[in-house]
């Protein structure tokens, strides 16, 4: 894997440094776009003043199986750091589904067998269709095959979204899916909702940020422990009325008739978490799957059958049982670099850590060389974001001036979460703050990159922060009959910022001008042209050429 030096290009003389404002997107609309409504002097002037494009960063450009499917981090940091485009989850697991080839994997095969000598077949994941995650159009192919196979008996456990998806939807998937169960249910097929809650409230936490999450689904899905309700419906309801708190947030319920819970996961079960992607999955697989566990008291492990819908993580093979093959995403920008011996820094807060450790590098979650990489996690608080809108923006940014003065990584990337956790919260005012706490943290950084006589690519992942209001088909902004806006908390289909920031004006190189559908994946081949090597060949095109 020897990277070749440039001819064309001579090498930044100080550090390369990748700049991902998570979230941010250049929406072509001014009404409900936080990051236009921000006071944001630092980015206004450099991206007035340095060269800028717009890359793709939704839909087919990061291997999404079409247009209409937002960006989202997992699709845009593996982009980003293979140089290339994987098809992605969303992608293989439709293909998987509509090929058969699932049914004949070993996976399918032993959950199937499981249930069939009584046990109870479990669908446990993310209930939408934001395809960012998981896919609702999944779990009912599942349910249909089961069936077909002769399973007598599954349980669907179904996390809440309102994060992918509209903030107050879950009824627009629950009650369709209550009727589609009603016409699958037969006298030799026994189906039901047993259990769920919102998504940010149970089971789906990510790089441990708050694994009492975890905790409080396990009881609710394993241990069938929670307040009772006859019906899913019957829960949104209840806990809209009493907690006013949108879907993402929803607690948990068990669903029970005469007192009896319907499906606690109990030993000769089979389980299948639906989600295909990685992050938010791999918790709750840990918490399945490893007999020695210390991150919260599980109580008996039930003795079952467990499968992922992928194998979410490369390097631990968690979880060993999954349905299909994940994207094999190869020879990564850092692995190249650590093959070449080039000094990396990777800094985010613990919500984004893993976005720009474990995704960058094809989600693996290890180090390629321990002794070039050094990877900094910042804590994050664990509140609702609106009420800490700047997040830990200021210590990420204390840490990596810091790395940056030391003089001793060559290539440093950093993930500044703010656009888009503030974003998924819905709340205008606070996605503002956000971007204007970000904007703090350019003005102290860029600076310090150029005084190093570095460079600085400023990008991002997906929108977010610029579109806080939902929008009709046409891409208007809806309003209610008495002229209010709908919050929304979802990534948007908008192009993101590439603005290369470099203290020298004679560069040697200007952007492309012939590259109009650029994305993303353009972006490893450009760092590495900067960094004065020539790119593998079959990376997307860099996004410079030398004069
Ligand atoms: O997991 C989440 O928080 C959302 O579904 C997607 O957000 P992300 O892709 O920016 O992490
Ligand atoms: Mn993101
Ligand atoms: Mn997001």
């Known amino acids: ?113 499981t249930a069939k000598q009584g046990g109870t077949l479990h669908f446990l994941g993310l209930f939408s269709d934001g395809n960012v995650h998981s896919h609702i159009d999944h779990l009912k192919a599942m349910l249909e095959q089961a069936k077909a196979e002769g399973v007598a008996k599954a349980r669907v456990h179904i996390l809440l979204d309102g994060r992918d998806v509209g903030e107050t939807s879950a009824l627009d998937y629950v ?61 949104i309801e209840t806990y809209r009325n009493e907690a006013h708190v949108i879907d993402q947030d929803l607690p948990g319920f068990v669903i029970a008739k005469d007192g009896q819970p319907l499906g606690p996961i109990v030993d000769g079960d089979a389980v299948v978490f639906f989600n295909f992607r990685g992050d938010r999955s791999i918790e709750i697989s840990r918490a399945f799957v490893e007999e020695e566990f210390a991150p919260f008291e599980r109580g008996p492990l039930p003795k079952v059958t467990y499968a992922g819908m992928m194998q979410y993580d490369g390097d631990t093979k968690l979880p060993p049982r999954f349905l299909v093959e994940p994207p094999a995403i190869d020879r990564t920008l850092g692995e190249y670099l650590a093959q070449n011996g080039v000094s990396q820094y990777a800094i985010s807060e613990t919500q984004k850590y893993g976005h720009v450790t474990y995704f960058w590098n094809g989600n693996r979650s290890g180090k390629f060389d321990d002794t070039l990489e050094t990877y900094v996690e910042i804590l994050s608080d664990v509140v609702p974001f609106e009420q800490r809108p700047w997040m830990k923006c200021a210590e990420i940014t204390d840490a990596l001036i810091e790395a940056i003065r030391s003089g001793k990584h060559r290539y440093l990337r950093v993930n500044y979460a703010n656009g888009d956790m503030v974003g998924h919260t819905g709340n205008f005012e606070a996605a503002v703050t956000a971007m204007q706490g970000l904007d703090l943290q350019l003005a102290r950084l860029i600076p310090v990159i150029l005084a190093a006589n570095g460079t600085a690519i400023i990008t991002a992942d997906h929108g977010n922060a610029d579109e806080m209001y939902e929008l009709d088909k046409k891409g208007n902004v809806t309003r209610t009959a008495e002229g209010r806006t709908k919050a929304k908390t979802s990534h948007t289909l908008n192009p993101v910022p590439f603005v290369l920031v470099s203290a020298d004006v004679n560069l040697g190189y200007k952007l492309r001008q012939d590259l109009p559908a650029a994305g993303l994946s353009n972006l490893a081949a450009t760092t590495l042209n900067l960094l004065g090597f020539e790119a593998p060949a079959d990376y997307d095109a860099s996004l410079i050429e030398a004069v």
């Open 1 to 113: 894997m020897k990277l070749e030096k440039s001819s064309r290009f001579s090498a930044c003389p100080g550090p390369v440094v990748t700049i991902v404002l998570d979230g941010v997107g250049i929406s072509p609309r001014e009404d409900g776009d936080a990051v236009k409504a921000a006071r944001t002097p630092t980015l206004d002037r450099l991206m007035a003043s340095y060269p800028m494009t717009q890359l793709l960063a939704h839909g087919k450009a990061v291997g999404m199986p079409s247009d209409d499917d937002m960006g989202n981090s997992e699709v845009g940091h593996n982009a980003m750091g293979a140089g290339r485009v994987f098809a992605q989850g969303a992608k293989l697991v439709a293909e998987s589904i509509a090929s058969g080839h699932l049914w004949q994997g070993q996976a399918w095969h032993d959950v199937v067998a």
């Open 175 to 235: 009650d369709p899916f209550e009727a589609y169960l009603d016409g699958l249910r037969s006298t030799e097929f026994d189906v039901a909702i047993a259990s769920g809650g919102g998504r940010m409230s149970i089971t789906m936490d990510r790089y441990e940020a708050d694994w009492s999450m975890v905790k409080r689904g396990w009881d609710i899905h394993v241990r069938a422990e929670g307040r009772q309700f006859s019906s899913a419906h019957e829960a």
